[in-house]
């Protein structure tokens, strides 16, 4: 008889524990809890040829988009390369795709895992793995369509039905389905009340509808589900401090940022790009960080990973930027320049034509380009490099809230450059897309500011936002 999983796929040989831990590391990858490598390194101590966990331990290092974790993604791929016709076809599949990730092929890699996924619709690593992908590609209607696709397969009594509704929420939200992302959402929540995915897509929702309140008291009333032991826990503090700062809250953003973003190094990717971005958009208010960017800017440089993942290489520059390291942002552009071109580098040994050689050409470079010009305070530069990039900046990853900080970057060059029309234009359709807010106050004032006597002058960032260091607690 053959042997299969919790959800009745079948597996290639494996021991009763060794199946047990898989479905413990996947609930922890699913949640984003503890440590779901120690638990997966640990049944593959035991038995080295689980297929399964090596798969488990290469969609891992696949969803975490971070070059650092290259070298423990080709030891399980060869691993799993090496097991042969021991592994069924599904689990060959598994490190077919992760092969494809490792050499470079991100897009082609994300398709194979959802491939498996329509082929195999409870394999529910394949279907995160797919979704986590889609997110790093930028592919808004996949993250939605994806999950849609294997969603009639899937029922409350299948382990693990709550994750992929919260991952429909994502992706309903991505695509601007609002209402059916929060309905979506809270359903996740009511099956799984700890599914920090789900608490995130409806985070998502209230903060680009512009539901300032609403969205604070969501996170803060679930602050126990989703802000220890959890990979996720700085991401959402990061949303909640997007609200704050849409409140202008700017003592309460700092003082969050010092006690729940900001990381010791060596922080994980996703928490870097909170960091430098919740910094970045202080910045632009004119809001004093003080010497914070500093170890931003090292834990970025210190990785070695520049070049692999141009979204990652986009926010190090701004930490670099903030912290005024002329000569590392030098250094990071130039290895962007090499993944463009397909030059091996410190972090990568793409090809020319690989996933991220094109992510960086397109959108990372220019969008590195016209931060640096804002910078240096060539406004003008900055708009010409931002205007066109905004409608592919997706290509290069990331949700429509990370996104954001380009778009605000775009709308306050116009602000300071004395782009009046432009800075009109833009906040205009900003007001269109989500509720009136005392930040969106802030800037259509000094919009209407730049068509004043001296207005320019009167249309720069307050001079009074610069919080003591002494900033007031957040006590959620």
Not at 19 to 27: D, F, G, P, T, V
Not at 129 to 136: E, P
Not at 266 to 295: K, Q, Y
Not at 302 to 309: D, F, H, K
Request: aromatic letters at 6%; charged letters at 20%; glycine letters at 8%.
């Amino acid at each position: 008889m053959a042997q299969t999983d919790f959800r009745g796929l079948q597996v290639s040989p494996a021991s009763a524990h060794s199946l047990e831990r898989y479905e413990a590391a996947l609930n922890l990858l699913h949640g984003y809890y503890g440590d779901p490598l120690s638990v997966i390194d640990g049944a593959l101590v035991d038995d080295p040829d689980f297929a399964m966990g090596h798969a488990l331990r290469a969609g891992l290092m696949v969803t975490s988009g971070d070059g650092t974790a290259e070298p423990m993604l080709r030891q399980s791929v060869e691993a799993g390369e090496a097991l042969g016709a021991r592994a069924n076809e599904r689990e060959r599949r598994h490190f077919a795709a992760a092969r494809a990730w490792l050499d470079g092929r991100f897009t082609q890699a994300v398709q194979a895992y959802g491939d498996i996924a329509v082929d195999y619709p409870h394999d529910i690593l394949a279907i995160q793995v797919a979704h986590i992908g889609d997110f790093l590609l930028g592919q808004s209607s996949m993250l939605r369509d994806r999950i849609a696709q294997v969603l009639p397969h899937w029922n409350a009594s299948v382990p693990g039905y709550s994750y992929l509704l919260g991952m429909h929420a994502f992706g309903l939200e991505e695509m601007q389905r609002y209402e059916d992302a929060e309905a979506r959402g809270r359903e996740a929540v009511a099956l799984n009340p700890r599914d920090p995915w789900a608490i995130h897509a409806v985070a998502h929702v209230m903060e680009m509808q512009g539901r300032l309140d609403a969205g604070v008291d969501w996170l803060t009333a679930r602050r126990e589900d989703w802000a220890e032991d959890n990979m996720l826990a700085v991401h959402n503090w990061w949303h909640l401090a997007l609200l704050l700062l849409e409140r202008e809250q700017h003592d309460a953003v700092l003082a969050l940022y010092d006690d729940h973003v900001a990381r010791p190094a060596p922080a994980i990717a996703l928490d870097l790009v909170d960091a430098a971005a919740l910094l970045w958009r202080l910045h632009l208010r004119g809001v004093d960080v003080g010497n914070r960017w500093i170890d931003v800017a090292d834990d970025w440089l210190s990785r070695g990973a520049a070049g692999y993942y141009a979204f990652n290489d986009v926010h190090a520059i701004m930490a670099c930027l903030g912290a005024g390291r002329i000569d590392d942002v030098a250094a990071l552009v130039n290895a962007m320049q090499g993944a463009s071109a397909g030059a091996e580098g410190a972090g990568s040994t793409h090809p020319a034509g690989s996933t991220n050689s094109r992510m960086t050409a397109e959108v990372g470079l220019p969008v590195a380009a016209a931060l640096i010009a804002f910078e240096r305070g060539d406004h003008d530069a900055a708009i010409a490099g931002l205007l066109p990039v905004r409608q592919i900046c997706h290509r290069f990853g990331g949700s429509h809230a990370q996104r954001d900080v380009f778009t605000l970057t775009l709308i306050e060059a116009a602000l300071r450059g004395g782009r009046a029309n432009l800075a009109d234009a833009l906040l205009a359709e900003r007001a269109a897309l989500k509720a009136m807010n005392p930040a969106l106050g802030t800037m259509m004032r000094r919009a209407r500011s730049l068509r004043e006597p001296g207005g320019l002058s009167a249309a720069m960032p307050d001079s009074i936002a610069h919080p003591s260091r002494e900033s007031p607690r957040f006590d959620a």
